[in-house]
């Protein structure tokens, strides 16, 4: 597919192209470029459907990796078009444009990521009503000490139980089965 494709994105920068068989295929592009080249793979190419944004936080790398999932209306060809913002508060270009289910994605990436969407009308609380911690799905969100911190823990009740431990006598109850099962 990469093949046929590439030589059609003259004056775009692929930085990257991964080949996953004839059907699906990824490229990555700088962020300035990312919006131009959506527009051209909808009105040009065909791939009308944003399946997805999906987003990675590389926390070392100091980036998020966006990857737009596109796809045909044959549904023959899939693309995944990634991009890397800064952490640091970078602002992502809205899709709503070209894509208005991107509404839903960039909420999703404004509300657990942090990541601002410009362009984007209506960025309030999506799914996390009043939040006002660190967004969760970032790496150095902690989740332990946030649930420590903010919700009582009920001690002494069946359904407050150490995982570990629960899971440490089962598997002895389970040796102690076997053994009894083998002495008869």
């Known amino acids: 597919m990469l093949n046929l494709l590439l030589p059609q994105l003259h004056g775009f920068e692929i930085i990257e192209q991964t080949q996953r068989g004839e059907r699906q295929a990824f490229v ?84 657990m990521f942090g990541i601002p969407i410009t362009g984007h009308s209506s960025l309030g609380d999506f799914m996390l009503e009043g939040w006002s911690h660190t967004p969760p799905m970032r790496r150095e969100f902690d989740t332990l000490k946030f649930v420590q911190d903010t919700y009582e823990m009920r001690g002494g009740r069946d359904d407050n139980q150490d995982v570990r431990e629960a899971i440490r006598r089962r598997k002895e109850a389970k040796k102690v089965t076997a053994t009894q099962g083998d002495a008869e």
Do not use: M, N
């Open 28 to 111: 990555r592009v700088p962020p300035a470029q990312l919006f131009s080249l959506l527009g051209l793979l909808k009105q040009s190419h065909g791939f009308i459907t944003l399946t997805t944004i999906a987003c990675a936080d590389w926390i070392e790398d100091e980036v998020f990796c966006l990857t737009y999932i596109l796809e045909t209306a044959e549904r023959d060809r899939v693309l995944g078009v990634q991009t890397q913002i800064g952490r640091d508060g970078a602002a992502l270009e809205t899709a709503i444009p070209l894509w208005p289910q991107a509404e839903i994605f960039e909420r999703e990436l404004h509300e």
